[in-house]
């Protein structure tokens, strides 16, 4: 395992949700209390689950991320399900089953604003995310944790080419540029890709569509526990 040494300032890049702040499971706890309401006659919860996905993974390719993807996933799945139109009724339930993503709460992952204090003191901060802009900025706002960072970059997607425009527009030097988060898609294999380093964080609720595998065997990839650990290495 990579860990790294001596006083040298770094540019540490960070992911947001579901590394800085709780996120997925606030869209598992709405799926749940979906499928205790959908209670269809011929298919169990796992089968409707997987609807679901394939069709979250489709809608997240032209519509995005959030929860105004989420929530159209929804009432297409419901009208998969019913085979027929969504109800006003219906798509009002959908809402009400998801007020808490469309309040944009956020709750914080332990340790994170006072580890982030003492990393802003001795590295150089930046937060990457991705989804729709509004929606992020408002967690963004909600956190109270954009005063860490030296600049914050929301992305529809964070494929290999927000890491290269990211690294070319701010002169980052790939060797000593980390980018920390939980998803193995979006965070760890395309900063890899652009010649940074990773800093894995799993998060027991990251979206299964953000789960592939990593190379165990790649030491530009540290793999912590909890977020406070990375103060044992930066």
Request: no cysteine; net charge negative.
């Amino acid at each position: 395992m990579h860990t790294t040494a001596g006083p040298a300032r770094q540019v540490l890049i960070f992911d947001a949700d579901d590394t800085l702040w709780e996120n997925n499971v606030l869209f598992e706890r709405v799926i749940d209390d979906y499928l205790d309401w959908i209670d269809h006659p011929t298919l169990d919860r796992t089968e409707i689950r997987a609807i679901l996905d394939d069709i979250e993974a489709a809608n997240a390719v032209t519509h995005g991320y959030g929860s105004k993807m989420f929530l159209h996933s929804l009432g297409q799945t419901l009208e998969r399900l019913r085979a027929r139109p969504v109800t006003e009724a219906e798509s009002r339930h959908i809402e009400q089953l998801a007020v808490a993503l469309l309040e944009n709460r956020v709750e914080l992952v332990p340790g994170v604003a006072e580890t982030l204090t003492a990393l802003g003191a001795r590295h150089d901060l930046m937060l990457l995310t991705k989804g729709d802009t509004e929606e992020q900025q408002r967690k963004i706002d909600a956190s109270a944790l954009a005063h860490h960072f030296g600049s914050v970059h929301i992305v529809p997607e964070k494929g290999v080419d927000a890491y290269l425009d990211l690294t070319r527009a701010y002169d980052l030097v790939p060797e000593s540029t980390w980018m920390i988060g939980n998803s193995p898609k979006s965070d760890i294999l395309p900063a890899r890709g652009a010649g940074l380093g990773a800093v894995f964080i799993p998060n027991a609720h990251t979206w299964v569509l953000e789960q592939t595998d990593l190379d165990p065997q790649d030491n530009r990839v540290l793999h912590l526990k909890a977020f406070p650990e990375l103060l044992n290495h930066f």
